[in-house]
C-alpha cells in the first residue's frame, strides 16, 4: 500500500538555522506530494505541493523537490523563525477512483529558539 | 463564522456513552472528511463523504458513524465511546477530489477525552 516516512522530532533549531525534514514514499503509480504545516492549537493548512517528478513546490521561503528516483519529498529552508515553529506533515495522493483520500506521514515537531 | 467550523472544540465523556462531533463548512464543497489524530500515527482517515447521502468508510471506521444528508454538514457519531477513542478529531473538505491538485482544508479540530 501507500504510506509516508518521515523524521521523527521534534527538530530544535537556532533562528536563522537552515532547516531540512526528510520525507519519503512508498506508492503504486505516480502520486501527488504536499507538506502540511499545523501551528498549535489549529487544524492543518496546506504549505506546498507538488504534482509530477522534479516538481518545486514553495510557499513562505520552504521548498520542496519532487525527487522519483529516490522517493523523496524533503522540506527546506534557508532561514527558519521562531513563528515557522510547528508540525509538519508530508502526504501522498494517489487518484484511485476511491476519492481524494491523502496519507499522512506521522508528522515532524519543529521548535525554532531565539 | 466562514468556512470550516468543528463543535465542540473540547469533549470529556465516559466509557459507553454516545458522542457526536459536528462540522460544518460554507463553501459547498462537495468533499469531506474526518480524521483522527494520535502521536506516533500522524493523521487516519475515518470516513469521508463525496456528496450529500454518499459516505465510505476510511483506513479506521470501526466504532464510527457518519452521516451526510445536507452538504454542508458532516456529523461524526461514536456511539458507544471507547477509551481508545480518545483523540484529536479533524474535520476536512475539498472542493473536488478529481484532480491530483486539489486541496483539503482543515478544520480547527475537537479534542476528545473519554474517561
Known amino acids: 500500500g501507500n504510506s509516508v516516512t518521515q523524521m521523527e522530532g521534534p527538530v530544535t533549531l537556532s533562528e536563522e538555522a537552515f532547516l531540512t525534514i526528510n520525507c519519503t514514499y512508498t506508492?503504486?503509480?505516480?502520486?501527488?506530494l504536499f507538506w502540511y504545516v499545523q501551528y498549535p492549537g489549529e487544524g492543518l493548512q496546506l504549505l506546498l505541493k507538488?504534482?509530477?517528478?522534479?516538481d518545486k513546490g514553495s510557499n513562505k521561503g520552504f521548498e520542496a523537490t519532487y525527487r522519483k528516483e529516490t522517493t523523496s519529498f524533503h522540506l527546506e529552508k534557508g532561514s527558519v523563525q521562531v513563528s515557522d515553529s510547528a508540525v509538519y506533515f508530508c502526504a501522498l495522493y494517489i487518484l484511485t477512483g476511491g476519492g481524494n483520500k491523502l496519507t499522512f506521514g506521522t508528522g515532524t515537531q519543529l521548535k525554532v529558539e531565539l | 463564522d466562514t468556512g470550516i467550523t468543528q463543535s465542540p472544540r473540547y469533549k470529556i465523556t465516559e466509557t459507553g456513552r454516545q458522542v457526536t462531533l459536528m462540522c460544518h463548512q460554507t463553501w459547498s464543497h462537495s468533499y469531506m472528511f474526518w480524521y483522527r489524530q494520535d502521536l506516533g500515527h500522524g493523521l487516519r482517515l475515518i470516513y469521508y463523504s463525496a456528496a450529500a447521502d454518499i459516505t465510505d468508510k476510511g483506513e479506521v471506521p470501526d466504532g464510527y458513524v457518519v452521516s451526510r444528508s445536507k452538504t454542508e454538514n458532516f456529523p461524526l457519531t461514536l456511539e458507544s465511546a471507547t477509551r481508545s477513542q480518545t483523540s484529536v478529531y479533524f474535520c476536512a473538505t475539498s472542493f473536488f477530489a478529481g484532480a491530483s491538485t486539489d486541496t483539503q482544508y482543515f478544520g480547527p479540530g475537537t479534542r476528545l477525552t473519554v474517561l
Open positions: 506508492a503504486t503509480g505516480y502520486p501527488s
Open positions: 507538488a504534482t509530477k517528478a522534479d
